[in-house]
């Protein structure tokens, strides 16, 4: 009698197919997760450019009423990380922040001019995706 060191073809194209339902139901779990986490990554960036534009404001006495990357009459914030984020950040008289906004190519949130803003404003659930 031979012994039988192989798999058959029909054992094969069983755990073809069991791998291939795995991945169709886990696909769809680990793409929302990767977009999660890109949204994610915008708010943290956003945070920062938040955080950055409250500190220049600080050192600065007031004089830069708002910062931008677009605007010729606001400075551009002196930052390090992701530099294809277009934001525009406003002061009122009194120090607070009461416009904010921050894009890329993928996402953008934007609070209006209006009421004062904190860092906590700015969240996942006021993103937006696209242009």
Do not use: W
């Not at 220049?56 to 914030?77: F, K, R, T, V």
């Not at 984020?85 to 921050?102: R, T």
Request: charged share 20%.
């Amino acid at each position: 009698m031979k012994r039988k060191n192989a798999f058959t073809l029909v054992e094969l194209l069983a755990v073809i197919a069991i791998l291939a339902i795995l991945i169709i139901i886990a696909l769809p779990n680990i793409l929302r997760m990767f977009n999660n986490a890109k949204k994610n990554s915008f708010v943290t960036e956003a945070r920062s450019i938040f955080k950055t534009a409250e500190q220049n404001y600080i050192s600065s006495n007031g004089e830069n009423y708002c910062y931008s990357d677009d605007y010729e009459e606001c400075p551009a914030l002196d930052m390090s990380g992701r530099n294809n984020i277009h934001y525009i950040v406003s002061f009122d008289e009194n120090g607070n922040i009461v416009e904010f906004g921050a894009a890329d190519d993928n996402f953008y949130l934007y609070i209006p001019y209006g009421n004062v803003i904190s860092i906590e404003d700015v969240t996942v659930e006021i993103l937006q995706e696209g242009l």
